[in-house]
């Protein structure tokens, strides 16, 4: 006789907190603004963070072994050139598709995901993160609700 498991998605679920990010910085500098404000060492990954053939993400991670956190620093979209071949006007023009990670929130900039026991975030932690001047806004997204979690998967 044969035995079936089945795994419920609670069991794969891991405890992270995710914090939505509005900056006009570029991903380097947010990473390094982020580094100073609240004592981390993001790092840019040597991989792009690939959802699939059309687009990747780039990552900016660091284990913090003291606390048992895992940071990540995620760009919430990326622009990919496709060039149209028509035999007109436009010809060999470039065109632009934006996708973005998170589509349910197309107006975040960055996603900070913090991988950690607990499921509430620091409320210190999202202190010093506003005060960044560069970061207009962050905020918790709550993750259960989230229809693209499968994206956050690292």
Known sequence: MITLHKFSDD???????LIALHSDLEDYSLAYALNRALKISLKRAKEDLDISNK??????????????????LIVNSSTKEEYLKFNDLFSNEASSTVYHLIPEYK???YLLKIEQEEEEIDGSMLDSILEIPEIITAYPIETNKLKSKQNLII
């Open 11 to 17: 069991f794969c679920e891991e405890n992270y907190v």
């Open 55 to 72: 687009t990747s993400f780039p990552i900016y991670e660091w284990k913090d072994k003291l606390n048992e956190r895992y940071w990540t």
């Open 107 to 109: 107006d975040v900039d």
